[in-house]
């Protein structure tokens, strides 16, 4: 999440910060004193930039994919593991829940998201900090509220794998507050619903040499999310915490549909009108700057020169083609043709649609195998290149529309519900209205769009379990070994091991 203006001085920041082993269980990260930095703007906005920084997990070109992608997604349904993964037991052990709370790669999770509130408290505390002859303060309250946004964006991360964290409510510069108990979910949840609430006085956009950064929509987009999620886990509170969603996610203005729905995940249409809140990555290495990656390399099967990573799940090619061909293209749901790449008359009509080839050519006649095409670049110069900048879509106003549905069917308001769904519907997939009227039929139409609407961003999950649904819908798609004290990930062993309030924890 790297803006022009900011790419020296984030690493100069990363610099710094190199000798620390563990920004949070090992040793305290403070290694930039007062005396050293936090002396101006230009310190502001480098901090910040570091802040940012841990949205990518920002240790190589590889982990950026490797740890991200198995932790949030290879637990869902709708995909598979490809065949180069049973050579990573760790990665094995999140797709089959077999995993102890020693695996690697949720540890990595765990403490990317921590740096990440470590780097945000000292923007929020340092940058508050500073007087107006330093900083313009309408500048300064900006920079703060940015550091509030992410310091709940990594929280929020955080209690949705875990059943309860940590709350690291300031910057640690004493080695006796490293220890520190699980907080109640409530309380979390309190702590990132006002951060959010906070960071809705962010400005509404930004100029083109800060895209990227965050917004007020984006605020208001994950307050909403934060919200409804909320509404279904304290059922005593339920209208309440639906209330709020609906009023936040009511406040995210001035986006719309993108209808070139595959644009958005290829790289030829950054930030573009649908995008609230979105991972910027560039090819440029001037400088020393790093911030492409190789994530097309583990999105892409073998075939399609990946390394047969991930795949989609027999279980999603199923919903995807639920409604049979009654698309306004005489097609099933276009959003199945942006999504994958698999053997059907469209990728073999002779127009060599796959990167000026026919799905035959590149996986050989007769085979039937399915491969992700979201987030594949969109020509064979990017497919042949080592190394990609696609940016990665965290919240699109897609979700808003259809969590807003949500909402709405939850507070028996089906009627208003339904509009929102077809016009999702209709932008993107060039299907035709939903039928059926009732609360029912209205959740249900809910589940298949979500389910076929956000393949690889990883959300299903959550809304599996906010629905109540995970083992319903992993049993379907033939996985074993969930049970639902699986839910949530353990405490990792590192937290556990280094932080004497965790005494007893599993």
Known sequence: MKTKILLPSLLLMAASFSSCNDYLTLESPDKLTSASFWRDQNDAEAGLAAAYSQLEYYIDTWEFAEVKWPVEAFREDVVNVG????????WMELYNFTYTNGNSQFASYWRNNYTGISFSNQVIEKVAGMSDDKIDPTLRSQIVNEGKFLRAYYHLKLILNWEKIIVRDHFITDQADLSAPLSERADAWDFIISDLEDATALPAAHDSDHLGRATKGAAYAYLGFACLTRAYEEPAQKDAWLSKAYTALDNVKGYELEKDFNTMFDGSNKNCKESVFELQTSMSTANGANYRTQFHRFIGCSELWGWDEILPSEALMK?????????????????????????????NDGSGRMYGYEYDDWFGEGNDRAGFRKFLPGDMAGMEANYCAINIPLMRYSNVLLMKAEVLNEQGKSAEAIPLINQVRDVHGDMPPMTGTSKEAVQAQIEHERMIEFP????????????????????AAGRAGYDNSRAFYPVPLM????????NGEE
């Open 83 to 90: 065949a180069d993964v049973p050579n990573y037991p760790n």
């Open 319 to 347: 919903e995807f083609m639920k409604e049979g061909e009654t698309a306004t293209t005489g097609r099933y749901d276009s959003r199945l043709y942006y999504t994958v790449f698999f053997n059907c008359p469209y990728f």
């Open 495 to 502: 937290e556990i091991n280094a932080n004497d309030r965790l």
């Open 456 to 475: 690889l961003e990883n959300w299903r999950w959550y809304d599996l379990r906010r629905w109540g649904k995970t083992k319903a819908a992993l049993e």
